[in-house]
């Protein structure tokens, strides 16, 4: 499910070395900077629909340990469900170039009357007894079967804008909250398929271990430095083979438990299962694994502090050209190039040339 893990963020920080880290899915041609038309070009996807190129991504995860070094929370299939009305003509698909966020990861507090946060939810498995949801990491409590991360994007368009300057104004959460009522807000008219994605975290393994930790209540950190999951936030880039999200959303009407089989019986788009898609690196930086500190040097910044949007002034070089493959390890991978730059604001050496399941 995932094509890599990287400091990559074509939407916040195109062209430059993101703030943090994501864990990335979808299309083969994600780069530092990409777009629908180059996503339609690329050579594989992570999605289960062979047509979906789209990128989604959100913030890895890490285990913070007592001495301050992090380690990376393995297991992250992604769930991407697509959410829409079954009355033909009700939903519009994204257009090109379409993107946009959801949350904000600068939040270390919750404010249970805003619709973005509420579009959070952490589910604390258990399969062999009671699952429990919270709005934030689950405090002082064993979640045995791994935690579920889960994000609600808003459905509601302006009709116009395929971007904003926030990658948010563009775009309104529905009516009666993330996930009910009507896109009634005459300033976003278009309903869009409701894009739900989950994300597994395999974390029992490393909370058996926080009396190792720096926060045993708690030892899961974000890689923006958030111990709260406040912060949570994630990205969709618009990827979908030309027109077939149109017949998606007119005819492909399976069930409501949003089994797409019927969609690909009926040839709307193909079900893929168990490949995998991967990209070589795009940045000279180890971004899994045990770490001394998380990559751009983010701080922890503890509930109710305030965090900042922090672009680390040591940036590491890019890597040239980026290869997709579908095995374990690649065949090829790029050079570094460019120099580990000391500046404010970002990298300064040149970035590279080039550069889901309905329901
Ligand atoms: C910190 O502790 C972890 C877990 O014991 C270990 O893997 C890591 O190497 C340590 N880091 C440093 C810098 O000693
Ligand atoms: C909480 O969110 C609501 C809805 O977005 C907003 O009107 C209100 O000002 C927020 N409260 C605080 C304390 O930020
Ligand atoms: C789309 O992205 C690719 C890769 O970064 C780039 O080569 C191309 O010029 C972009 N196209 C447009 C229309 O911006």
């Given at each position: 499910?995932?094509?890599?893990?990287?400091?990559?963020?074509?939407?916040?920080?195109?062209?430059?070395?993101?703030?943090?880290?994501?864990?990335?899915?979808?299309?083969?041609?994600?780069?530092?900077?990409?777009?629908?038309?180059?996503?339609?070009?690329?050579?594989?996807?992570?999605?289960?629909?062979?047509?979906?190129?789209?990128?989604?991504?959100?913030?890895?995860?890490?285990?913070?340990?007592?001495?301050?070094?992090?380690?990376?929370?393995?297991?992250?299939?992604?769930?991407?469900?697509?959410?829409?009305?079954?009355?033909?003509?009700?939903?519009?698909?994204?257009?090109?170039?379409?993107?946009?966020?959801?949350?904000?990861?600068?939040?270390r507090s919750y404010n249970g009357s805003d619709y973005a946060q509420q579009a959070v939810t952490f589910l604390c498995l258990d399969f062999s007894g009671t699952t429990t949801k919270?709005?934030?990491?689950?405090?002082?409590?064993?979640?045995?079967?791994?935690?579920?991360?889960?994000?609600?994007?808003?459905?509601?368009?302006?009709?116009?804008?395929?971007?904003?300057?926030?990658?948010?104004?563009?775009?309104?959460?529905?009516?009666?909250?993330?996930?009910?009522?009507?896109?009634?807000?005459?300033?976003?008219?278009?309903?869009?398929?409701?894009?739900?994605?989950?994300?597994?975290?395999?974390?029992?393994?490393?909370?058996?271990?926080?009396?190792?930790?720096?926060?045993?209540?708690?030892?899961?950190?974000?890689?923006?430095?958030?111990?709260?999951?406040?912060?949570?936030?994630?990205?969709?880039?618009?990827?979908?083979?030309?027109?077939?999200?149109?017949?998606?959303?007119?005819?492909?009407?399976?069930?409501?438990?949003?089994?797409?089989?019927?969609?690909?019986?009926?040839?709307?788009?193909?079900?893929?299962?168990?490949?995998?898609?991967?990209?070589?690196?795009a940045i000279d930086e180890t971004t899994t694994g045990t770490l001394p500190s998380l990559p751009g040097n983010n701080p922890v910044v503890p509930l109710n502090g305030k965090a900042?949007?922090?672009?680390?002034?040591?940036?590491?070089?890019?890597?040239?050209?980026?290869?997709?493959?579908?095995?374990?390890?690649?065949?090829?991978?790029?050079?570094?190039?460019?120099?580990?730059?000391?500046?404010?604001?970002?990298?300064?050496?040149?970035?590279?040339?080039?550069?889901?399941?309905?329901?």
């Amino acid at each position: 499910d995932v094509i890599t893990t990287e400091r990559i963020d074509p939407i916040v920080s195109p062209g430059q070395v993101a703030g943090h880290v994501h864990t990335i899915m979808g299309g083969s041609n994600f780069r530092l900077s990409t777009n629908t038309s180059f996503l339609r070009q690329s050579e594989c996807t992570s999605s289960p629909i062979k047509e979906d190129n789209s990128n989604y991504w959100a913030p890895t995860l890490y285990f913070q340990w007592k001495n301050g070094s992090f380690t990376s929370v393995s297991g992250n299939p992604v769930i991407v469900d697509y959410l829409f009305s079954d009355t033909p003509g009700v939903t519009t698909p994204f257009p090109d170039d379409f993107r946009m966020i959801s949350g904000t990861p600068t939040l270390r507090s919750y404010n249970g009357s805003d619709y973005a946060q509420q579009a959070v939810t952490f589910l604390c498995l258990d399969f062999s007894g009671t699952t429990t949801k919270y709005n934030q990491l689950p405090e002082n409590v064993d979640c045995p079967s791994g935690i579920r991360a889960q994000i609600n994007f808003p459905s509601c368009w302006d009709g116009v804008n395929s971007d904003s300057v926030d990658h948010k104004s563009h775009v309104a959460y529905l009516s009666g909250g993330p996930d009910s009522g009507t896109c009634a807000d005459k300033k976003y008219p278009k309903t869009l398929p409701r894009i739900f994605m989950e994300m597994y975290l395999d974390t029992a393994g490393l909370y058996a271990q926080r009396s190792e930790a720096m926060n045993p209540a708690q030892p899961f950190v974000y890689a923006m430095g958030d111990p709260t999951g406040y912060g949570y936030h994630a990205d969709f880039m618009m990827g979908w083979k030309a027109g077939v999200l149109q017949n998606v959303v007119d005819k492909c009407h399976c069930n409501e438990f949003g089994d797409p089989t019927c969609c690909s019986d009926a040839g709307i788009f193909t079900f893929q299962q168990g490949g995998t898609c991967r990209i070589t690196k795009a940045i000279d930086e180890t971004t899994t694994g045990t770490l001394p500190s998380l990559p751009g040097n983010n701080p922890v910044v503890p509930l109710n502090g305030k965090a900042s949007n922090l672009v680390a002034p040591v940036t590491p070089a890019f890597i040239e050209p980026v290869y997709a493959y579908t095995g374990d390890s690649p065949t090829q991978t790029g050079k570094a190039v460019g120099q580990a730059v000391t500046a404010t604001g970002g990298a300064t050496s040149t970035p590279p040339a080039v550069t889901s399941t309905p329901a």
